[in-house]
């Protein structure tokens, strides 16, 4: 917990004095990635709280800062696709509602108003949308096209992290059901080092696509 809260605040203050120095179509991709850590970061502060209180450190906090961070995440592909050129907003939509479908259907199922498993299905069903959506939909596909090679390789290790830096989330869940459930500081420690993944890592990558293109400009 020490590790993930001083990285997120740590990769917050980094991202917002970064988001300063990129070329200017950047400067909207810089500045989510740090507030993404931000909200990350202050989730983990209200789970230090009750902790610090009651020596517990609920899981519903993660979920709520999922709630919120995993549109800014997939938006994230459409604003790097913004940052070098024109593109449809229609991508945009597409990426907020697969992820605010995700994130109800789970969140419903994992709150009770709807069957867990029905929530799990929707869970997944949102998520295939996206990978669909970035690897052959229409942001892959300008993607393909784009001789912005910084841009490329961006786009193409955050649609990594999106494919197997997401799927430990639902392992971790799932290896916790089939095997009688995983204790919850366990499962805190998976959630937390996946976070590290994709939501500081996730920004780093974006952060070098910008000071590329950045540089580049200047050359
Ligand atoms: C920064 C936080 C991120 C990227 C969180 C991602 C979370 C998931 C992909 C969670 C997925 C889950 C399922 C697909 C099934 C139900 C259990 C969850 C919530 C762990």
């Not at 500045?31 to 209200?46: E, N, S």
């Not at 939509?93 to 029905?118: D, N, R, S």
């Not at 830096?165 to 805190?188: E, Q």
């Amino acid at each position: 917990f020490l590790i993930i809260s001083m990285g997120c605040l740590a990769a917050t203050a980094f991202f917002f004095l970064e988001s300063n120095t990129v070329a200017q179509g950047w400067k909207t991709s810089v500045t989510v990635a740090g507030i993404i850590t931000g909200i990350a970061f202050i989730h983990l502060m209200y789970m230090r709280n009750v902790w610090a209180t009651t020596g517990d450190s609920p899981i519903i906090y993660k979920y709520i800062d999922w709630l919120i961070t995993m549109p800014l995440l997939a938006l994230q592909f459409y604003l790097i696709l913004s940052a070098v050129r024109k593109v449809s907003s229609i991508i945009f939509w597409k990426l907020l509602i697969g992820t605010l479908v995700m994130v109800c259907g789970g969140y419903a199922g994992e709150a009770g108003y709807i069957l867990p498993f029905l929530g799990f299905v929707i869970w997944m069903t949102g998520w295939i949308y996206i990978l669909y959506e970035i690897f052959s939909g229409e942001a892959g596909k300008l993607v393909t096209r784009s001789t912005n090679k910084a841009l490329v390789t961006a786009f193409e290790t955050m649609r990594m992290f999106v494919t197997i830096g997401w799927a430990i989330y639902p392992l971790g869940y799932v290896f916790g059901y089939l095997t009688g459930g995983v204790d919850s500081n366990t499962l805190n420690v998976i959630y937390n080092f996946a976070d590290f993944i994709n939501k500081i890592a996730f920004g780093l990558v974006i952060w070098i696509a910008a000071t590329a293109n950045t540089s580049g400009l200047r050359r």
